[in-house]
């Protein structure tokens, strides 16, 4: 058992979830404006649609050995997602379908050896082959909320949210607009979570799910807490300081890739326990 089944099985339960949500949709939705600032939701599904050809481009690389572009070049991935956008929702929906089970086929043909093998995105870094099913979930969740038809941020699985949200405040480093974020449980307040040294920016506060949809830019964060740089959880587990009615920063962009330092075998399972 490893991190390779685990993430096969919520592709698939996320894979439905998001044709159950596209069948339902008519020519006229998908000519609407989705979530995404100049995209229909007819461009989001295209562009998921192509996601999956894409990252069976990356699986054939590390499958063969032989360099095979996630994408042939920026023009060609927008390219691609333009010429698809206006096409009836019976036809994106079979799209979306075929693409899906052509990805979940390459993962089935991966020899176990080919998932150390390293791929890289458009930007940098290189990651191991086993992280791409992780990047395509990542695709099918939040575009999924992108389309504005039901599914949103307040939807996202558990798991799926624990594994993003750790990535990401991976993936942005120092880079990230915040110096420290504490991840509270919703329930019960229990802290579920605690980064630091991440920037220069304050402190921030939040459920996990509220921390990661910020991080990705789906909402401003209007419902964090935040307190003044540096500041940790005291010994009650508070975060001392609060700022009444504080924003926080703008959120950075959302990861392309993979953050750096993944191992090369694919672990039991991931992230791994803190």
Avoid at 30 to 58: E, I, K, Y
Avoid at 127 to 141: D, K, T
Avoid at 158 to 181: A, F, I, N
Avoid at 208 to 227: D, I, S, Y
Wanted: charge should be negative; hydrophobic fraction near 40%.
């Amino acid at each position: 058992m490893s991190v390779i089944d685990e993430i096969e099985r919520e592709l698939a339960d996320a894979t439905e979830r998001l044709l159950a949500t596209a069948a339902r949709l008519t020519d006229e939705d998908l000519r609407a404006p989705s979530l995404l600032p100049g995209w229909t939701r007819g461009h989001v599904l295209t562009h998921v649609a192509r996601n999956a050809d894409s990252c069976v481009n990356l699986l054939t690389w590390a499958r063969t050995g032989v360099r095979t572009p996630q994408y042939p070049s920026a023009a060609a991935r927008a390219a691609g997602i333009e010429a698809g956008a206006a096409r009836p929702a019976g036809e994106q929906v079979a799209d979306l379908r075929d693409s899906a089970e052509r990805f979940a086929a390459a993962v089935k043909g991966m020899p176990a050896a080919a998932w150390a093998a390293p791929v890289s995105a458009m930007t940098p870094p290189e990651h191991p082959a086993w992280y791409v099913p992780v990047r395509r979930l990542r695709e099918i969740e939040v575009h999924h909320a992108d389309l504005g038809a039901g599914y949103g941020w307040a939807d996202w699985p558990e798991t799926y949210v624990r594994r993003e949200l750790h990535d990401t405040l991976r993936w942005l480093g120092g880079t990230c607009p915040v110096g420290v974020v504490v991840a509270r449980e919703p329930e019960t307040g229990v802290i579920a979570g605690v980064w630091t040294d991440l920037g220069d920016g304050p402190s921030v506060e939040g459920s996990p799910r509220e921390l990661l949809a910020w991080l990705a830019g789906r909402t401003t964060g209007e419902r964090l807490r935040l307190a003044p740089a540096g500041t940790l959880p005291g010994e009650d587990g508070a975060l001392p300081g609060q700022v009444p009615d504080g924003s926080p920063p703008a959120a950075p962009p959302w990861p392309k890739s993979a953050p750096e330092g993944l191992p090369a075998e694919p672990p039991a399972t991931w992230p791994p326990a803190r």
